[in-house]
DNA sequence: GTAAAATATGTGCTATTGCATCTATCATGC
DNA sequence: GCATGATAGATGCAATAGCACATATTTTAC
């Protein structure tokens, strides 16, 4: 039944479901999924991955720094940290500057656990991009970066007008 | 304090929030919260958009079938079906061939409600993809789109081995 | 034909997410 | 200095998503 969906655009126009945002909306969800599978294993989910990940890059950041880095909620950061503590991947400190500000970073066992997890990924990226040149992918990045800067532009007009 | 970001790689490889993936999940969060924000006005979430857009372009389809299109679970897509029939944007019926098959359709309400949703979206993706050119915007879906085939393709993998 | 397996859908329950709100701390104005 | 406003973080609560399972229907194996 799946197997012969062919898009037919009864309005004339481009099928929605033909356009980028689509594919992209997607992707990213079979890719979570993925994600998720192959980090089961480990006893993460990609949350989790993710907030690790971040501060395997940068080293030092607070909970909003990961909520806008992740792109979640501060509220949903703040559980995930408070969980990572209690599983021992992370630790928190109040900043000295700023006593508001909570300076999170890893522990030996969450980079231990990030390196763990590292091969899985790998893998998975492997078979994401797979048959895709060199230059396929630098430009992907690219554009990607781009819809990234307009998206963050059209929230600030949003907010600012 | 968020600012001042700058990926330090503190591992010696690529920094993690580098990758493509990265940038996939983030932007596609981003781009969903701005959908959201966009339909709000509407009565819509970006799942509702999704399941009228599928059947926009598709005419009839099953529960299961907006489910892999929308990339969601089936039980999703069954809730998310009950609550617009019951709003009255969507119809269904048993399939005569196959009577565990539901047939989904649009109603006249749920076609004009999509058709009001139109230009806020159109702005939406105009934003998102503004200054890409042409060229730029087929290449990306085609990139898409083969990355679309290997996380398909990983999935068929894993299930099958 | 019948029994067993498979599939589509719906439902109960849990986990996750997001929103509103609260507290604590800092910045700005006077 | 002090009052007001702004920001970081945490928490209560509601909505959503996902998982396990149950039911109805069809297909497959015998």
């Known amino acids: ?43 993460l989910k990609v949350a989790d991955w993710r907030i690790l990940s971040c501060l395997d890059s940068i080293r030092s950041l607070s909970v909003s720094d990961l909520a806008e880095l992740t792109v979640v909620e501060r509220s949903v950061a703040s559980r995930l940290v408070d969980r990572m503590i209690e599983r021992g991947f992370l630790r928190k400190e ?32 492997a078979q994401l991009f797979a048959g895709m040149s060199e230059k396929d992918q630098e430009n992907l990045l690219r554009l990607l970066k781009l819809l990234r800067k307009n998206v963050l532009a059209y929230q600030h007009h949003k907010i600012a007008v």
């Open 1 to 43: 039944m799946a197997n012969d969906i062919e898009t037919q655009t009864s309005n004339g126009g481009r099928s929605k479901i033909e356009a980028p945002e689509f594919y992209l909306a997607a992707l990213d969800r079979q890719n979570r999924e993925n994600m998720n599978t192959a980090l089961r294993p480990h006893g």
């Open 94 to 125: 109040a900043s000295a500057a700023d006593r508001r500000y909570s300076e999170i970073t890893l522990t030996a066992a969450g980079a231990e656990k990030l390196r763990q997890c590292d091969a899985a990924v790998d893998d998975l990226r």
